[in-house]
């Protein structure tokens, strides 16, 4: 992969534009995305960011939605979209000569979808069948309701998607304001990444997105950290999965990378210590592994196990011994080369799809402020210490701060269960 070169410029109107040119790239890649997400969103119209999402994919002023669909295929790409906690963005990827094709339609769907009730009808069919589909995975619900459980009464707390009962609720009266106050310059932010020119991306940037209305740029809080908690969501199963972590950093905090290498000790891989201690050294369970979660302002750091309901208390307390020792045993410099190769390959392998790389350098930038090179991103991996690991793992590794969520069967050994019984 060609060594990327960055630009971070802002449009005439103050919109900004990040373009990591890729001049060996045989493809490119645009995207659009607004500084709005779950997060932001009023109860009574949780789920409407994810909602309209879908929509504007029904049809613009001037395409329908199986015109879009031939239109970028016929040029070698294809059209995405995802919504996050706090962006929701929109992008078009095609082979570098049909580029135009890509930035002709993204523009069109974020700057004129029709949002008409008879697409918002058909849209929340398909969504309602989305949400039904992950509370029927449970190795994905687990996710959301640990963030339920970890967060508490912030709105981080809630699911992109929003629950069947509001979703079932919402109308294009609801949708056309919810764009009308969001989709505003000082939310807009645009990325373009492979066979591009900036120059080029500029002008689109003005062309299209100057125009977009001015309004307010969301305003957040940042979630308090709280004291841990245990939550058991009761519901038919085979399996118990579960979810315990801790609150950790923001995307912009410098012990990141720190972190995130503290995150592959314990949980990355095969012969990272929770799957080698919980899995392989006593059969606990099937699937075991650690994940981190970050926003602008807060994250979390998580274990997320399944076992069958004999093995779930004693999987539960023995990744707590994981976790215990970490800050017993120390990290030693074998983990250390193991952890810092292990996310830096991991990193290096998904930049090769200029899609995952367009959702790196949105992601990075919008929740640190401002963009980071590959290059940089993969260097900062290389001053972490052990100390370093240590210090983070002290921080953030303690008894008062641990929440446990649990999603299956009621299961005895668990039934007056409390985190306060994993010594850490």
Known sequence: MAKGQISF???????????????????????VAVNTGSRDESKDVWGISHLLEHVVFRATKTRSSFQMSKEIEGAGGEMNAFTAKEITAFYGVTIKDTADTAKTLVADIVCNPLINQSDVDMEKK???????????????????????????????????????????????????????????????????CGNVDKDDVMSWAEENFDAMPDGNANERYAPKVVDGSYRHVVRKEDHCYVGMGFPSYGAADERRPALQMLNAVLGSGSSSRMFQRVREEKALVYSVYNYVDQNSDGGSMGTFLSATEENVLEAVETAGKVLRSIREEGVTKEELTKARNLVKGATVRRAESTEHELYRLCRGTMLRGSPVSLDDWLGSFDSVTCDDIMAVADDIIKNDLLSITMYGNKVKSMKNFSPSQIEL
Do not use: C
Request: no cysteine.
């Open 126 to 192: 398909i969504v309602l069948q989305e949400i039904s589909m992950v509370e029927n995975d449970p190795s994905s619900y687990i996710h959301d309701l640990f963030a339920e459980t970890m967060w508490k009464d912030h709105p981080l707390a809630h699911g992109e998607a929003g629950t069947a009962e509001i979703v079932k609720s919402l109308g294009s009266g609801e949708l056309r304001k919810y764009y009308s106050e969001r989709y505003v310059r000082p939310n807009v932010w645009v990325f373009a």
């Open 9 to 31: 410029e802002r449009t005439r109107a103050g919109i900004p534009v990040i373009t990591e040119r890729l001049e060996d790239s045989p493809s490119a890649g645009f995207m």
